[in-house]
């Protein structure tokens, strides 16, 4: 199929004003295909050709202006339209679409659990022409009239107030302007919970067999809904555009959310039937802010074309971590995202994909380049760079400029040259220079500090490799009196990066501090090193750090060092081993550990020494078991419950769990840890295939499915690693979900001999795969059937020659790019 270019983009919105399309679906025609009726009036402004796309299982007719078109002529799901003359036009199109199992245009999904089928789209970035014919590109925004028809058990939810006529019909309110990829359409056999809120209808949606844990949360989800839509009214002038705000959760999706005006989609994990901590409450809490503010960031005001992706990205991800700390009652998320999220960017920006917040159009030349560009670039690098706008502008200032922006541009669209001069209408600071250093440029600059005694005083001297400016938060700490390993703030104070030579720099009172900590507060991007002096004393103190950020700033640093090659990995889990018992904070906690299991036990040491690096990951875990057998920390303790059932090499402990049902002191096994406990045992070749099915049999539900998938493959048997391959690449069977499980399974740290075959066989068979189901699956097939635990020299020549094919589809070269650089930094640090 062909790919929208920039250039046809731009040609097309010339000549086209598009006022309105009039969508018709039936969804009662069976399991494979609905029906689909489009007719869209718009005007041509001069003489001259175009086209309209439709990707369809059969069309049947379109018609121009009343005259009947060739239906023959359709070819790469475009439909040419030539000939226009000037002036009005409707074009009606009718054909029947085929259903998704990949999770875009009208994914279908049918609930293990009871049988109960559910439809939905997700028509981001390009899959309108999915469901139905559209003029598709960002900036040919109109109105919508939706009518579905649908089985008449069923609930249709729009972008708009949606309206029964009896026998299953259902009209959606008519929506004001907006682009092709946020129209939504929701059916099935909803649970709802429904309530008002400033005068508008507000609802939570999910399958039937979820109702018992959305009822559960559906307090909590209402109150951050609410609490987030009163504090963006406090913050934007322009009130919030749509008519009502649903929000559904929906199975089978690809990404965290999709901001649909007036009908937000999550991922249904976010209605949790398991125990959870309080920092993943926090992240679906953040989930919820983000969409909501992308009704101002992407849904009033939308991108002219995709090089401007970080206008509703990095926006909505900035805004959705600064208002729940606001509005709610978790109070510091920008630890978890300084943890967690940052390093999704810092990871991105080091790899040779890297781009810069805002590229230039010409790097983002069609809508197949632009699908690239959802990374943690356009996200966590965004935000961290607009957080550190707001510490340089000021919030009153930024708030002014995003304003403005939003009143001069509402139900239109924008560029990044409109938001830098509505910024800097409400500034007298050189705006422009900061977004040329900041969103134009890639990498990340290090700051390292050079404290010096000075007297009966000292200085400090803050070396940057980079380029960008930097005002960032410098914290002083020494070692307590009492106490020699605890650290103790001794005064935070702010600097400019670029600042005085080491000659003109300042002098503070006192002795040089035991430790200089640069970017305390973690207001800035950037890799933070630390003298030798305050690394021997943070390595001795980090625990007693009085700020989680703080805490975050010195694992980051250790992070990056550990990455970069100059700190052994062993002794990260050697200060992960003597702090994380005594650290309070949950983020902080989840995010070392996750880094400790998931890159340096798994990717970072050699099969050798695995064993001893596990040994001490479950011995860093039973302590922070015995310090939580009281109960006040459930989060801390669960935490440490799923670490050591990863890290498990041996069977019997976790076995126990398994057959009683419970970790002794709490918690009860619920579906999540069952299924963790089964998939450790499969991989370590201490269960069957009858004891899956037995607990299959237990939990039916469709994460049951996935989990008992995940088992399957981990089996270190010959045929359970030919069956699993073959589910993945030899049908196209799985669904989204089903094949991610299945490779999450089949990938086994300790299973890399009897897995060798396959990493080679994955540098034909993925990019076939991709080829065939396109770019969601393409993604899936790189990101997770990838052999990331064949760490060879052989494993990445392979990777390399099939990087230099030309058939490669850009989702999967994408997902090569950065598996084989995550490799090659392995292979680094491995020293092999």
Not at 38 to 66: N, Q, W
Not at 400 to 415: D, K, L, V, Y
Request: a negative charge; proline letters at 6%.
């Amino acid at each position: 199929m062909s790919v929208l270019t920039r250039d046809e983009a731009q040609t097309r919105a010339a000549l086209l004003d598009v006022h309105g399309y009039t969508v018709d679906l039936d969804l009662t025609r069976g399991e494979e295909t609905f029906a689909s009726r489009t007719a869209i009036s718009f005007t041509a402004r001069a003489a001259g050709d175009t086209f309209v796309e439709l990707k369809p299982a059969a069309l049947h007719s379109a018609t121009l202006d009343g005259e009947p078109l060739d239906v023959a002529r359709l070819t790469d799901g475009r439909l040419p339209l030539t000939g226009l003359t000037a002036g009005e036009h409707r074009l009606t199109v009718e054909a029947d679409m085929r259903y998704s199992r990949t999770g875009e245009g009208m994914h279908r999904f049918t609930d293990p659990s009871d049988g109960e089928t559910y439809v939905y789209t997700q028509l981001f970035l390009d899959d309108v022409q999915r469901v139905f014919a559209a003029f598709d590109q960002p900036d040919l925004k109109s109105v919508f009239d939706l009518s579905v028809t649908a089985p008449q058990e069923w609930t249709v939810l729009g972008n708009g107030v949606a309206t029964p006529h009896g026998d299953g019909r259902w009209t959606i309110a008519r929506t004001p302007r907006i682009s092709t990829y946020l129209v939504a359409v929701a059916a099935g056999p909803w649970h709802s919970v429904t309530t008002e809120h400033a005068g508008l209808p507000f609802g939570l949606h999910c399958r039937r067999s979820l109702a018992p844990h959305l009822e559960a949360d559906a307090d909590e989800l209402l109150d951050i809904t609410r609490a987030c839509y009163d504090r963006y009214h406090e913050k934007f002038d322009e009130p919030y555009p749509f008519d009502s705000y649903d929000q559904a959760f929906v199975p089978e999706f690809n990404a965290g959310a999709m901001e649909n005006p007036g009908l937000v989609t999550f991922r249904d994990e976010y209605v949790f039937r398991s125990a959870v901590t309080d920092t993943q409450r926090q992240t679906r809490a953040v989930t919820i802010a983000h969409e909501m503010a992308h009704m101002w960031f992407g849904d009033l005001v939308t991108l002219q074309w995709w090089d401007d992706i970080w206008l509703n990205e990095s926006f909505a991800e900035y805004m959705g971590y600064q208002t729940v700390a606001e509005a709610t009652r978790f109070a510091d998320p920008w630890t978890d995202f300084g943890i967690a999220r940052k390093a999704w960017g810092y990871d991105a920006d080091q790899r040779p994909s890297t781009h810069p917040v805002a590229p230039d159009p010409e790097a983002v030349p069609d809508t197949a380049s632009a699908l690239l560009n959802f990374d943690g670039i356009s996200y966590a690098k965004g935000a961290s760079a607009l957080r550190q706008l707001v510490t340089w502008l000021g919030e009153k200032d930024f708030l002014a400029g995003i304003n403005a922006h939003f009143t001069r541009h509402r139900f239109g669209n924008a560029t990044l040259a409109d938001f830098i001069d509505n910024l800097a209408s409400a500034t007298d600071r050189d705006v422009h220079a900061w977004a040329d250093a900041w969103l134009r440029t890639t990498g990340i600059d290090t700051l390292t500090p050079e404290p010096v005694t000075e007297g009966s005083g000292w200085r400090l001297t803050v070396h940057r490799d980079g380029s960008r400016p930097h005002r960032i938060t410098v914290g002083a700490y020494d070692h307590d009196l009492v106490e020699p390993t605890r650290l103790v703030p001794r005064e935070d104070f702010e600097i400019d990066v670029p600042g005085p030579s080491s000659d003109d720099a300042p002098t503070h009172p006192g002795r040089r501090p035991d430790l200089v900590l640069l970017n305390d507060h973690d207001l800035s991007y950037a890799k933070v090193r630390l003298d030798a002096a305050s690394w021997t004393a943070a390595l001795a103190g980090l625990s007693s750090l009085p700020r989680p950020l703080s805490r975050t700033v010195v694992w980051n640093a250790a992070r990056d060092m550990v990455r970069d090659g100059v700190l052994a990995p062993a002794a990260y889990l050697d200060a992960a081993r003597a702090h994380l018992p005594h650290e309070s904070d949950l983020a902080v906690v989840q995010g070392v550990l996750a880094f400790a299991t998931t890159q340096i036990t798994d990717r970072y040491l050699a099969d050798d020494d695995r064993p001893a690096a596990l040994a001490l990951v479950t011995d860093l875990c039973r302590d922070i078991l015995r310090r939580t057998e009281d109960g006040n920390a459930p989060g801390l303790r669960l935490t440490a419950v799923r670490h050591f059932i990863a890290a498990a090499t041996q069977p019997d402990g976790i076995r126990d769990w398994f057959d009683g049902g419970s970790v002794p002191g709490g918690p009860d096994l619920d579906p999540e840890l069952r299924w963790s406990i089964l998939g450790r045992l499969a991989a370590l070749g201490e269960t069957d295939e009858a004891a899956i099915a037995a607990e299959l049999a237990r939990d039916t539900s469709a994460t049951g499915q996935e989990g008992a998938a995940r088992c399957r493959a981990a089996l270190p048997t010959p045929d359970a690693k030919a069956a699993a391959w073959s589910a993945l690449f030899d049908t196209d069977d799985l669904s989204n979900y089903l094949f991610t499980a299945t490779a999450q399974g089949f990938w086994q740290p300790g299973q890399t001999d009897l897995t060798a075959p396959y990493a080679t066989r994955f540098f034909t068979d993925a990019p076939a795969l991709a080829t065939r189901r396109g770019p969601a699956l393409a993604v899936a097939a790189g990101r997770h059937a990838f052999p990331r635990f064949a760490a060879t020299p052989e494993t990445l020549r392979l990777g390399e020659k099939t990087l230099a094919e030309d058939a490669l589809t850009p989702a999967l070269r994408r997902q090569l790019t950065d598996q084989l650089d995550d490799l090659r930094r392995a292979l680094v640090i491995r020293g092999a």
